[in-house]
């Protein structure tokens, strides 16, 4: 079932190709009913099916003149490897992964978590959201890219009015990357509450 294997791994294609295996449980009964089909294919047309695991899948049976003899369910067993990534030591809150913080390992892609990271570049230079212990497979909510602006540290508040631009200092209530949107805490006044866009690592554009 080539076609099979060359639909999966153009959807996965993290998936090492070679290890790709289509088994067709009831394909002997099938084609049995129809001697004279010369080639089989799975029907993709009219919706979307399961492809990692057990599955039915619609199979086409086509004859010399590649016309249609049948179109039977097939029980079909597929399976295939991937890799993915594992922490080699104990990783805590905060820390940046570096590339000897997890070694990369081989097993069933269908065992595998949610969002697990396969390639190197998706977790290098990226800081840990929890503490993650030792031999801990490493996924996409387990990391997240190093803020520009931390919580808890003074920005600067640039509001613009016309002509007129004022600077105010405040502090950062979460998290952000330069573009994203956070809420800083006045020092003065009331120390009100304001929103505003994140400008570079010390200045919040305000709304």
Do not use: C
């Not at 090492?16 to 067709?24: C, N, P």
């Amino acid at each position: 079932m080539t076609d099979v294997r060359t639909k999966l791994y153009d959807q996965m294609p993290y998936l090492l190709q070679d290890s790709i295996h289509v088994d067709v449980r009831n394909a002997s009964d099938i084609v049995a009913l129809h001697p004279e089909a010369v080639t089989a294919s799975v029907d993709w047309v009219g919706g979307r099916y399961q492809l990692m695991g057990r599955s039915i899948l619609p199979i086409l049976l086509m004859d010399a003149q590649g016309r249609q003899v049948g179109r039977y369910g097939a029980v079909a067993e597929v399976t295939a490897l991937a890799p993915l990534l594992e922490t080699t030591r104990m990783l805590s809150r905060g820390e940046i992964v570096t590339s000897s913080d997890f070694s990369v390992r081989v097993s069933d892609a269908q065992a595998q978590p949610m969002g697990a990271l396969r390639m190197a570049e998706s977790a290098v230079g990226n800081e840990i959201v929890t503490t993650l212990p030792a031999e801990t497979v490493l996924t996409e909510a387990m990391v997240r890219g190093v803020p520009d602006v931390r919580r808890g540290t003074l920005v600067r508040g640039v509001l613009t009015r016309e002509d007129l631009r004022f600077e105010l200092r405040g502090e950062a209530l979460s998290d952000a990357k330069i573009g994203q949107k956070i809420k800083i805490r006045l020092q003065i006044g009331a120390r009100r509450v304001v929103e505003g866009h994140v400008v570079d690592a010390k200045t919040v554009l305000l709304d």
